[in-house]
């Protein structure tokens, strides 16, 4: 996919404050005739899905980069290109770092907003969202119901839980147990409670099952079991690696707990009726942030919406895990 970049002079903050300028990096499959796919990413991904999601978006894939015109943007407050906290603040020549302005997900949403009026587009044939992509996608279809043909809501919610929010501040407090952090001398500040905090989520991304079967010992005789805690440190040094830095982490994170597609709206089920959107929401069975439960509980709010089921040994890491089973559910709406 091609990358992009739009610079905006100003936009105002739903908080409050504001960022001037803030830009907006984005990729396009190049494609200019043919169904048009908009693609909302996760926390820790960038604007580029055939990277962080290549068993899905590609050529010859159930999101064909060769047959549809495809668009993803990042969302503001990441590192990999859009206007974050490792972005220069103008007013002193540095890095933002935690001077960065609050930002929600209406903030986040208003990017992928903006682009698509830059691009020109006017009809939406699939509108996917999974995770806190998924967040993005619910508030967009809420937002400006005529535009989306189609919705697929993959392991998401339209309002943050106090589950959810309870994962974020034990991350929170990983990040700030790091004196380095809140010093704040530079990107690489808080890169240890970074790695505690990536630790952290991860177990909350998988289920016990798929640590079972990935992480066991190879010798059922080992005197300490150490596999999985490797793995932990591993993913940890992952994201570092990858130059995703603590103060990014912690302003998505931060704007993870304004998602409520009711604010202002009349409540949850009022915002969801607003959809016209033919919709798909699905649910992963051992998803322990996005329960089930939870899904039955408001997709029903949706006109006409569908929820279809899967199981998966992977937990809410299942929608980046299970292509087979989620290629038969977009392949046909396509």
Known sequence: MNRHSLLIDHLDLEAGGSLAPLEIVYHTSGVKDGKVVWICHALTANSDPEDWWPGMVGPGKAIDTEKCLVVCANI?????????????????????????????????????????????IGKIDLLVGSSIGGFQAIEWAVWEPDLFKNALFIATAPRISPWMTAWLEAQRMALEADRTFREAKDLKGGADGLRCARAQALISYRCFEGFAIRQSEPDEDCLFARRAATYERHQGDKLVNRNFDAYSYLCICNAMDSHNVGRGRGGVEAALGRIKADTTVISIDTDGIFPRSETLSWAPMIPGARHIGITSRFGHDGFLLENELLTGIISPIL
């Open 76 to 120: 503001p407050g990441s590192p990999y290109g859009s206007t974050g906290p490792a972005s220069v603040n103008p007013a002193t020549g540095k890095p933002y770092l935690l001077d960065f302005p609050a930002l929600t997900m209406r903030d986040m949403t208003r990017a992928s907003m903006l682009v698509r009026k830059h691009l020109g």
